[in-house]
Nanobody, 129 residues
Framework: QVQLVESGGGSVQAGGSLRLSCKGS????????MGWFRQVPGQEREGVAA????????AYADSVKGRFTISQDNAEIAVSLLMNSLKPEDTAMYYC??????????????????????WGQGTQVTVSS
């Protein structure tokens, strides 16, 4: 049974940094997409960053380019999100997600929630001005 557990959320002032971590269990290291999403109450879940564990260029939402960095650790079946220069509009619940196992040629990691089948419970990030 695939499980994803996020950690690292918290409260920070604008301009500060946080690192989110997501550890997976219940599956072996293979090739799939791992992504970070965020959601504010009353709004749709939006993709923040994503990566293919088989390699490839990470994808970022325009709103976080140059500030957030996604990275993976296949040995631990983990993915992290380093968030720098945080802004109050980054305040949201952040979720880690994994796609089904990829087979054959893969495209760039997608930022749409529909491509992901497994989700963590989320970790809250609050940025104050």
């Amino acid at each position: 049974q695939v499980q994803l557990v996020e950690s690292g959320g918290g409260s920070v002032q604008a301009g500060g940094s946080l690192r989110l971590s997501c550890k997976g269990s219940g599956y072996t290291s293979s090739r799939y997409y791992m992504g970070w999403f965020r959601q504010v109450p009353g709004q749709e879940r939006e993709g923040v960053a994503a990566i293919c564990t088989g390699g490839g260029i990470p994808a970022y939402a325009d709103s976080v380019k140059g500030r957030f960095t996604i990275s993976q650790d296949n040995a631990e079946i983990a993915v992290s999100l380093l968030m720098n220069s945080l802004k109050p509009e980054d305040t949201a619940m952040y979720y880690c997600a994994r796609s089904p196992t990829l087979v054959g040629l893969v495209a760039a990691a997608p930022l749409t929630p529909g491509h992901y089948s497994y989700w963590g419970q989320g970790t809250q990030v609050t940025v104050s001005s």
